[in-house]
Nanobody, 122 residues
Framework: QVQLVESGGGLVQAGGSLRLSCAAS????????IGWFRRAPGKEREFVAT???????SYSDSVKGRVTISRDNAKNTVYLQMNSLKPEDTAVYYC????????????????WGRGTQVTVSS
């Protein structure tokens, strides 16, 4: 069982930065792949980034070059550093965990946090 809690969201102007955190409970956190997903108002949930247990990363085209995902297994935490934010990045951001390899399909993930709101003003 893994419990996830996101933090770090907020209101920021376009061009600004935020760092989201995903804090996890559980002794086996380091063995899980972690994904970040987001849901904008009126839209489907979409993939943002993933990180494997070995810290291999993957990004959606919409955030590539602006976002960095990283993990600190000693702190049971995954981070999502977001730079050059745009109004279209406004969404609730969720982290999710799954055993094994990371996937971009949110349906593959077993455990989810409750999300943190990111709002980017123009």
């Amino acid at each position: 069982q893994v419990q996830l809690v996101e933090s770090g969201g907020g209101l920021v102007q376009a061009g600004g930065s935020l760092r989201l955190s995903c804090a996890a409970s559980g002794r086996t956190f380091s063995s899980y792949a972690i994904g970040w997903f987001r849901r904008a108002p009126g839209k489907e949930r979409e993939f943002v980034a993933t990180i494997s247990r070995y810290s291999s990363t993957s990004y959606s085209d919409s955030v590539k070059g602006r976002v960095t995902i990283s993990r600190d297994n000693a702190k049971n935490t995954v981070y999502l550093q977001m730079n050059s934010l745009k109004p279209e990045d406004t969404a609730v951001y969720y982290c999710a965990a799954k055993p094994g390899y990371p996937r971009t399909d949110s349906r593959e993930y077993n455990y989810w946090g409750r999300g943190t709101q990111v709002t980017v003003s123009s």
